[in-house]
Nanobody, 121 residues
Framework: QVQLVESGGGLVQAGGSLRLSCVASRSTFTINYIGWYRQAPGKQRELVATVSSGGTTNYADSVQGRFIISRDNAKNSVYLQMNSLKLEDTAVYFC???????????????WGQGTQVTVSS
């Protein structure tokens, strides 16, 4: 079981920056993948960025070069530094943890409650 709490959302001007934080109830070292998804009004939830326990990162094409994901295992935290924000980045951002079940090829997913990011012109 993993509990996740996000923070850092808010209102920001286009071109500005924002940093999101997610604190997990267990060490991120034990979480196979942890990262961020977002859901904009009228759209499906989509992957933004993830980082594996081994440090491998993955970004959506739409945020590549603008967003940076990082983790701090000592603080059980993962962060999303968002730069050069665009109107299309407006969404609810959710922290996600994916943990592989023991002796299994299946995954267990855990989600935070979400934090709103609104980008204005």
């Amino acid at each position: 079981q993993v509990q996740l709490v996000e923070s850092g959302g808010g209102l920001v001007q286009a071109g500005g920056s924002l940093r999101l934080s997610c604190v997990a109830s267990r060490s991120t070292f034990t979480i196979n993948y942890i990262g961020w998804y977002r859901q904009a009004p009228g759209k499906q939830r989509e992957l933004v960025a993830t980082v594996s326990s081994g440090g491998t990162t993955n970004y959506a094409d739409s945020v590549q070069g603008r967003f940076i994901i990082s983790r701090d295992n000592a603080k059980n935290s993962v962060y999303l530094q968002m730069n050069s924000l665009k109107l299309e980045d407006t969404a609810v951002y959710f922290c996600n943890a994916r943990v592989r079940r023991a002796l299994s090829t299946s995954w267990a997913d855990y989600w935070g409650q979400g934090t709103q990011v609104t980008v204005s012109s």
